[in-house]
């Protein structure tokens, strides 16, 4: 239960949780109550503009909403797959949440989410449903707690606006179709994508990030997901300095989204703003940068690896098809080459997926490899070497 004078008539409502957010104004219409009934955490904010209080409510389903003088909401972006267990307000434009038992910062102005998973904070030391954000000695400190009492792991969150925001968009030619002018999601659709980022081994990354199930939907048409990726910022001295990198999805229509919430502002937090390289990986495509330091702050920035006007490092670096560029397919063995024959060539590592399989009991180079594999090139589930 909170106070605030939410209408602007110099007297306070009372602000709470039942089974819907709910506004007890004894001067005007008495109790009023929002038709959600899925509410399950508030924060009280205020604008950054008018420094008019701001009243946040959290849902079960993981959409924060704006809840109005009158008890009506007015929803403001989607958060995550699950319930918003907690939310509180760092300042006018960061708020904090918990789903899924890890803690998230939303920026209201970007609109984007940076979830913390180091210190703990990624549901290693238990499933977090607290929370709690306060001034220390001139710094923000979130406090978030456990299901098994109230011992609150802390973190030091500095000024609580140190994140960069940026717009990662690019097209991968294994899976793109011309005619639609979208990526293909078969791999989705045969169940073979995994839910948890795939890049440990081929990228030595070693994030937590998962992705929801609810994303994966032939429903979703263009915001659908097509597989993982990962975005790269790179030292502005020296581009082989990799400083922050963050697994995410690509979404049928070129989109780099954030896997939790499927948002297309991608949150780095902890990063200072100005000049990096960016660049987009994947498991069996090239890989791209940019040709110069892209300068970055919480302003959202725009990098469109399909827009072929935008300069990449290298030299034919991507495949144009009609008005767009898309990746390279057929880097199998990872060593930044496409060689269909001699040294160090890729048809080899596909002939020896499809040969050294178990089911392959005879060796037949015919066979079709079913799963999720580097040497499925065209991304359908299926590696097929000769046939």
């Given at each position: 239960?909170?106070?605030?004078?939410?209408?602007?008539?110099?007297?306070?409502?009372?602000?709470?949780?039942?089974?819907?957010?709910?506004?007890?104004?004894?001067?005007?219409?008495?109790?009023?109550?929002?038709?959600s009934e899925?509410?399950?955490?508030?924060?009280?904010?205020?604008?950054?503009?008018?420094?008019?209080?701001?009243?946040?409510?959290?849902?079960?389903?993981?959409?924060?909403?704006?809840?109005?003088?009158?008890?009506?909401?007015?929803?403001?972006?989607?958060?995550?797959?699950?319930?918003?267990?907690?939310?509180?307000?760092?300042?006018?434009?960061?708020?904090?949440?918990?789903?899924?038992?890890?803690?998230?910062?939303?920026?209201?102005?970007?609109?984007?989410?940076?979830?913390?998973?180091?210190?703990?904070?990624?549901?290693?030391?238990?499933?977090?449903?607290?929370?709690?954000?306060?001034?220390?000695?001139?710094?923000?400190?979130?406090?978030?707690?456990?299901?098994?009492?109230?011992?609150?792991?802390?973190?030091?969150?500095?000024?609580?606006?140190?994140?960069?925001?940026?717009?990662?968009?690019?097209?991968?030619?294994g899976a793109?179709?011309?005619?639609?002018?979208?990526?293909?999601?078969?791999?989705?659709?045969?169940?073979?994508?995994?839910?948890?980022?795939?890049?440990?081994?081929?990228?030595?990354?070693?994030?937590?990030?998962?992705?929801?199930?609810?994303?994966?939907?032939?429903?979703?048409?263009?915001?659908?997901?097509?597989?993982?990726?990962?975005?790269?910022?790179?030292?502005?001295?020296?581009?082989?300095?990799?400083?922050?990198?963050?697994?995410?999805?690509?979404?049928?229509?070129?989109?780099?989204?954030?896997?939790?919430?499927?948002?297309t502002t991608?949150?780095?937090?902890?990063?200072?703003?100005?000049?990096?390289?960016?660049?987009?990986?994947?498991?069996?495509?090239?890989?791209?940068?940019?040709?110069?330091?892209?300068?970055?702050?919480?302003?959202?920035?725009?990098?469109?690896?399909?827009?072929?006007?935008?300069?990449?490092?290298?030299?034919?670096?991507?495949?144009?098809?009609?008005?767009?560029?898309?990746?390279?397919?057929?880097?199998?063995?990872?060593?930044?080459?496409?060689?269909?024959?001699?040294?160090?060539?890729?048809?080899?590592?596909?002939?020896?997926?499809?040969?050294?399989?178990?089911?392959?009991?005879?060796?037949?180079?015919?066979?079709?490899?079913?799963?999720?594999?580097?040497?499925?090139?065209?991304?359908?589930?299926?590696?097929?070497?000769?046939?």
């Amino acid at each position: 239960m909170d106070i605030a004078d939410i209408d602007q008539d110099n007297h306070p409502e009372v602000i709470g949780l039942l089974s819907g957010a709910y506004i007890i104004d004894p001067d005007n219409n008495g109790l009023l109550r929002s038709s959600s009934e899925t509410a399950s955490s508030l924060a009280i904010s205020t604008d950054a503009l008018n420094g008019d209080p701001v009243v946040y409510v959290g849902s079960k389903t993981g959409v924060l909403s704006r809840l109005a003088a009158d008890a009506s909401l007015t929803p403001v972006n989607s958060l995550c797959d699950n319930d918003i267990v907690a939310l509180e307000a760092i300042s006018p434009v960061k708020l904090a949440f918990v789903c899924n038992g890890t803690l998230g910062i939303y920026d209201v102005v970007a609109g984007s989410v940076a979830w913390v998973t180091n210190q703990g904070f990624d549901g290693s030391l238990g499933n977090y449903d607290r929370l709690k954000v306060e001034k220390v000695n001139g710094k923000i400190q979130i406090l978030v707690g456990g299901s098994s009492g109230y011992l609150f792991e802390e973190l030091e969150a500095g000024s609580s606006d140190n994140i960069l925001n940026i717009q990662v968009r690019g097209l991968l030619q294994g899976a793109y179709d011309a005619g639609l002018k979208l990526m293909h999601q078969r791999l989705a659709e045969r169940q073979v994508l995994p839910l948890k980022q795939p890049y440990s081994d081929l990228f030595a990354y070693s994030g937590s990030e998962t992705l929801a199930l609810s994303f994966m939907g032939a429903g979703m048409m263009g915001n659908a997901t097509v597989d993982w990726v990962l975005v790269e910022l790179r030292d502005v001295d020296n581009p082989a300095n990799r400083v922050f990198s963050s697994a995410a999805i690509l979404q049928r229509d070129g989109d780099v989204a954030e896997p939790r919430s499927n948002l297309t502002t991608l949150a780095i937090p902890n990063i200072d703003a100005g000049a990096y390289y960016v660049s987009l990986r994947h498991r069996n495509h090239l890989g791209v940068m940019t040709a110069e330091p892209v300068t970055l702050s919480a302003t959202p920035t725009l990098i469109d690896f399909s827009n072929p006007t935008t300069k990449v490092f290298g030299t034919h670096a991507r495949k144009q098809v009609g008005s767009v560029s898309l990746m390279w397919s057929g880097d199998v063995n990872k060593d930044n080459n496409v060689i269909g024959a001699g040294s160090n060539n890729d048809t080899n590592s596909i002939l020896s997926s499809v040969l050294t399989y178990p089911a392959n009991k005879t060796a037949n180079t015919n066979f079709i490899l079913p799963g999720y594999y580097v040497s499925d090139l065209n991304m359908d589930g299926r590696t097929i070497q000769s046939g």
